[in-house]
């Protein structure tokens, strides 16, 4: 039985497990998928001895996407570009790193939603591992201006220069918010959902044509729907389709097959909601 599981922290509540479980009904794949916690301090070691002990595939979530690259034998070049890992697949005694993030918003967006990114203006909120996670795969996508916005400024500029994409993605800090205006795409990447401050955004950011989409889902992305639908964006959705379809190009990389991702969806759907 080939080993896999998810490596975070906090991981208790993490839906990976279930999900790659089910994917491997569909293909009939004899697999063990667990969770793992493991503090920042441990994550190392704890790879390590899951390699030792016949592991050969993780997701990496939360806090651990950016400093698992050091970790890694190998980078893809969609990891490399992201600056982020949430694959690791075991290869040849060493750690292959890889980002699914990123692919897994585009085909929900895009596959599930039937979404056109194509020219769509974008503004995506937060400059932090998981902004960096998606934001190339958004560009790849066929979007159109990509405005980064973000608390700290340097964290902003910093997205933006590594995406060198000086004619498409530009940045901006919290402040100018006010004076930005309608975008057709929203994605909330911050972790103000998480945290104690509040999200606060204006609702002039959008519109009845705006797609909103929150990377988190749950309690976390409750703040960012409420604002949603404030602003009246035609659409707004959380992250638990990005969740699906980053789990099902994971499991695509290790077993060769790609799975059905709308059943799961919908059963994911049935116990959030
Ligand atoms: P993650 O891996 O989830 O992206 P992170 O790297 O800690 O976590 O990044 C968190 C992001 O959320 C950052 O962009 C952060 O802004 P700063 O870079 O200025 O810290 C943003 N963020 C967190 N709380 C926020 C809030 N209340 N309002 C706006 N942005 C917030």
């Not at 034998?73 to 570009?81: K, P, T, Y």
């Not at 795969?137 to 995406?163: F, K, M, Y």
């Given at each position: 039985q080939a080993r896999f599981?998810?490596?975070?922290?906090p991981i208790d509540h993490s839906l990976s497990p279930h999900i790659h479980r089910a994917f491997a009904r569909q293909w009939s794949v004899d697999l063990d998928y667990g969770r793992i916690e493991l503090a920042p301090s441990?994550?190392?070691?704890?790879?390590?001895?899951?390699?030792?002990?016949?592991?050969?595939?993780?997701?990496?979530?939360l806090p651990h996407k950016q400093?698992?690259?050091?970790?890694?034998?190998?980078?893809?070049?969609?990891?490399?570009?992201?600056?982020?890992?949430?694959?690791?697949?075991?290869?040849?005694?060493?750690?292959?790193?890889?980002?699914?993030d990123g692919v897994g918003l585009v085909n929900d967006l895009s596959q599930r939603r039937g979404i056109d990114l194509r020219a769509r203006r974008?503004?995506?909120?937060?400059?932090?591992?998981?902004?960096?996670?998606?934001a190339p795969a958004l560009l790849d996508a066929g979007i159109g201006e990509l405005v980064v916005c973000n608390r700290s400024p340097e964290r902003a500029d910093a997205l933006v220069d590594a995406l060198a994409a000086p004619e498409r993605a530009h940045s901006r800090y919290w402040r100018d918010l006010p004076d930005l205006a309608h975008f057709d795409l929203v994605v909330n990447a911050t972790s103000a959902g998480r945290g104690i401050e509040p999200l606060t955004l204006p609702f002039h950011l959008a519109g009845a044509q705006t797609v909103a989409v929150d990377l988190s889902y749950g309690r976390a992305a409750i703040d960012f729907l409420a604002w949603a639908r404030a602003a009246g964006c035609g659409q707004a959705f959380d992250g638990?389709?990005?969740?699906?379809?980053?789990?099902?190009?994971?499991?695509?990389?290790?077993?060769?097959?790609r799975?059905?991702?709308?059943?799961?969806?919908?059963?994911?759907?049935?116990?959030?909601d």
């Amino acid at each position: 039985q080939a080993r896999f599981a998810v490596v975070g922290q906090p991981i208790d509540h993490s839906l990976s497990p279930h999900i790659h479980r089910a994917f491997a009904r569909q293909w009939s794949v004899d697999l063990d998928y667990g969770r793992i916690e493991l503090a920042p301090s441990a994550l190392a070691s704890g790879i390590a001895r899951f390699a030792e002990s016949g592991g050969v595939g993780l997701n990496v979530t939360l806090p651990h996407k950016q400093a698992v690259m050091a970790l890694c034998a190998g980078l893809s070049e969609r990891a490399r570009r992201a600056g982020a890992v949430n694959t690791l697949s075991y290869v040849d005694g060493g750690w292959h790193g890889d980002n699914t993030d990123g692919v897994g918003l585009v085909n929900d967006l895009s596959q599930r939603r039937g979404i056109d990114l194509r020219a769509r203006r974008t503004l995506l909120l937060g400059a932090g591992g998981a902004a960096c996670g998606v934001a190339p795969a958004l560009l790849d996508a066929g979007i159109g201006e990509l405005v980064v916005c973000n608390r700290s400024p340097e964290r902003a500029d910093a997205l933006v220069d590594a995406l060198a994409a000086p004619e498409r993605a530009h940045s901006r800090y919290w402040r100018d918010l006010p004076d930005l205006a309608h975008f057709d795409l929203v994605v909330n990447a911050t972790s103000a959902g998480r945290g104690i401050e509040p999200l606060t955004l204006p609702f002039h950011l959008a519109g009845a044509q705006t797609v909103a989409v929150d990377l988190s889902y749950g309690r976390a992305a409750i703040d960012f729907l409420a604002w949603a639908r404030a602003a009246g964006c035609g659409q707004a959705f959380d992250g638990l389709g990005m969740l699906v379809e980053q789990a099902a190009e994971s499991f695509f990389l290790w077993q060769g097959v790609r799975p059905e991702t709308d059943a799961v969806y919908a059963d994911l759907r049935r116990l959030a909601d």
